[in-house]
Nanobody, 122 residues
Framework: QVQLVESGGGLVQDGGSLRLSCAAS????????MGWFRQAPGKEREFVAG????????FHSDSVKGRFTISRDNAKNKVYLQMNSLKPEDTAVYYC???????????????WGQGTQVTVSS
């Protein structure tokens, strides 16, 4: 079992920045690839960014590429999502997730956090 707790969400103006954190406990954190997903009101949950077990490989969705950056610190059992140049369409609940595999599909992720709300005002 892996327990995931997100933090760092909040209200920010258009063009602002936020850094989300996800703290993991339980099984060995470095044994999991990690991902961030988001779900906006009335929409399906979508992939945002993913990172390999070592942190040496990252991938971001086209909608956030160049604005968001995923990173991890295995010594601290944490994964981060730095979000810059935020737009109102980034408003969503953001979830971190852990995967024994990897990829962009939700079905590949085994454990999920409870989510943190990000609201971008125009």
């Amino acid at each position: 079992q892996v327990q995931l707790v997100e933090s760092g969400g909040g209200l920010v103006q258009d063009g602002g920045s936020l850094r989300l954190s996800c703290a993991a406990s339980g099984r060995t954190f470095s044994g999991y690839a990690m991902g961030w997903f988001r779900q906006a009101p009335g929409k399906e949950r979508e992939f945002v960014a993913g990172i390999s077990r070592s942190g040496g490989m990252t991938f971001h969705s086209d909608s956030v590429k160049g604005r968001f950056t995923i990173s991890r610190d295995n010594a601290k059992n944490k994964v981060y999502l730095q979000m810059n140049s935020l737009k109102p369409e980034d408003t969503a609940v953001y979830y971190c997730a852990a995967s024994l595999g990897a990829g962009t599909k939700q079905s590949r992720y085994d454990y999920w956090g409870q989510g943190t709300q990000v609201t971008v005002s125009s």
